[in-house]
C-alpha cells in the first residue's frame, strides 16, 4: 500500500495498463498538451486535471494522443479502433462535453456486440470527470451518470476512492464492453491507500463502506464522503447506518442493497443529479418492488433539484445534498411512524 | 475609410473597457473573489469592438468561453456583468451563469457558452430568423481556433451556405486550443482556407489591427445584409492570459507574453496610430482612459455592495411555466 491521491491513483492504473499491454492507447484533448508550440516540450500538461501526467514520455506520442477540439471524433475514434482491436481509453473533459459525443457512445458503441449478433466487442473507456463544488456552472457541473446508465451496451464505474480509481480503472480497461468511467472533479486532489502492483476492482461488486442497524444510505462518487460525515453526527444520536457504495451504477450490486435494506428496514438514496428518471429514483423503486415487506418507512431520495447547476456559490450550495441535509432526512426516517 | 473622432472615442473606450474590466478580474481572482472557471479576452479586444462596431442592436451576435470582452462590445451593461460575475443576485444572469453564460438578449447578446463551437450553430439559427424577418439583421459567431475542429460548426456553416443566411464567422485565432498549438491540431494550411471550402466568402486579416478588422467587417457584414449569404474571417491575434485563470502557459516561449503586451498590444497599436494622425490627442485618450476607469470602479463597488441570491432561486426560471 502506498498513499496516493485519486489523481496518482487513476494515472498509476493507465501506467501499469500501458505497460502491461500494447493495445492500450490514450487519447484527448490536451492529454499531452503543447504539441506543435513551437516554444515548448510536449507533454507538460497531461490532461488538465493530470490524470495521463507522465504516459507520453514513457510511452510516445503514437500511444498517448492529443486530440483537437473534436468530442464526436475523439470518442468515434476511440470506437472504431476498439473494433478493431485496441484498448483505447479516451478522455472527454467533462462530461457535459459527451453531449457533443452522444450518437458515438449511444448509438454506435453501445449497440456494436448487440446488433452485430455478439460478432464483435468494442472495449474502450471514456473517462471524464462529472459533478458540482467548484462554480463552475451549468455546462461543466453536471452529473450524467443516470443518462448514460440507461443505455443498454455501456458500462459505468465511478470510484469514490484513489483504492477504487486504480481498481476500477483497471478493471474497465481489461473489460470487453464500453465503459464510461466518471471521475469526480473534487475528488482527484483526495488521499487514501492505494494497493502497489496490480490491483482490480471486480464490476457489480458494492463496497460497504460501514455498518449499522437503523438505515441504508446508498450513494457514489463523492456523496460517499457527505454521507460518512452526516453517519458519524447520527451516531451521536444513537443511529447507525450501512453506507453502500455501489461503485458501478452498470453492472448494479443489487443483492448488496436489498440486503442491507432487508435488515435496516429504511433507505435513503443520495446523489447530485437532479430527481428525475436518475440514480436515486432507480435505487428507491428496486427497494420498493423487491423488498417492500421489509420496509418501515417511505424510501426517501436526497438529489439536487430539478434544474440545471447554478453557477453562484450560495446557489450552488442550495442545489447540492449536504451531511446536514442528509442527517436529517435519516432522522426524519428512522423517526417515522 | 475614415473614422469621425465620435467613433473612435468609441471605439478606444471599449477596448480600454474591456482591458480594465479584465485586469481587474485578473487580479480579483487570485484573491479568490470571483468563483468558478475564468478565461480572459485580453489582447483581443480589436476583434471583439472593430466588429461590433459595425452591428445594432437588431443584430445578433454567440460568443464563447472568453466571452467578456464580445458582452461588453455588443453593449451588455458593464455592471450588471461584474455584478453575475461576483455571482449577485442583481447580475445580468442573476448570479446563475457566471462568467462563461453572460447574456444579454435585449442588446442581441445569445451568450457566453461553456462549449466550444456552440456557438456557430446557433448563430446560424439567429440568421435563419434575421432573414425570415426581413429587416436586414445579420448574426455573428464569435470563435475561437479551436472551434474550428467541431463537427457541429461544419454542419452550421453549411446549412448557412445552402439557406443563404445572413450569418458571419468570425473565427479568432489567438494560436492556442486551450494548451495545444494550433498548427497541430488544423491540418489546412489556415482556418480560412478551410472555411472557404464550405463555399462560404472567406478573408484572413489582422486581429491586432482595429483599423483592419473594423474595414474588414464593414465591406464583410454589408454583403451579408444584402442577402449574398454567409462570410467569414479568420483574424490572426494573441491572448495575454491562459486559456483559464491560473494556467501557468508553459507551452509559450520564454518573452513570448512580454513581447506580445509590447509589439502586439491592440491597444497600443490603436493609440499610436491615432496619435502619430493627429486624430486623437495624448489628452483626450487620457480622458478616456479616466472614464473607463470611473466606470470599473464603480461596478467592483456595486458589485460588492451587491445581494446574494437566495436558496430559493435554483428553482426559478428553469421553464416560463411547469
Redesign the interface.
Known sequence: MTEKTYREALTDALHQEMARDENVIVMG??VV????????EPG??GG?FGVTSGLYEEFGIERCI????????IAGTAAGAALAGKRPVAEIMFC??M??CLDQLMNQAAKFRYMFGGKATCPMVLRTCYGAG???????SQSLHPMITAIPGLKVAMPSTPADAKGLLTTAIRDEDPVIFFEHKTLYALSGDVPDGEHLVPFGKARIVSEGDDCTLVATGRMISFCENAAQALADDGITCDIIDPRTTSPLDEDAILDSVEKTGRLVVVDETPPRCSFASDIAALAASEVFSSLKAPVKQLTG????V??????E???LPSPNKIKDLVSEVVNYK | MQLAREELEQAYKQMKTIREFEEHLHREIMTGAIPGFTHLYAGQEAVAVGVCENLTNKDYITSTHRGHGHCIAKGVDVIGMMKELYGKADGVCKGKGGSMHVADMDVGMLGANGIVGGGPPLATGAALAAKLDGKGGVAVSFSGDGSCNQGPVFEAMNIAAILKLPSVYVYENNRYSEHTHCSYVIASESIASRVEGFGIHTVKANGLDFFEVHEVMNELITKAREGNGPVAVEFDTTRFYGHFEGDPQDYRAPGELEDDRENNDCLKIFKTKVTEAGLLSEEDIGKLDDEVNSLIEESVEQAKASPLPSAEDVTTDVYVSY
Open positions: 484533448e490536451d498538451g503543447g504539441s506543435g508550440s513551437p516554444h515548448a507538460f500538461v488538465v492529443d486530440m483537437p477540439i473534436s468530442e464526436a471524433g457535459d462535453f453531449g457533443l467548484m462554480n463552475a456552472a451549468s455546462q461543466h433539484p430539478h434544474s440545471p447554478p453557477f453562484a456559490k450560495e446557489l450550495g442550495a442545489f
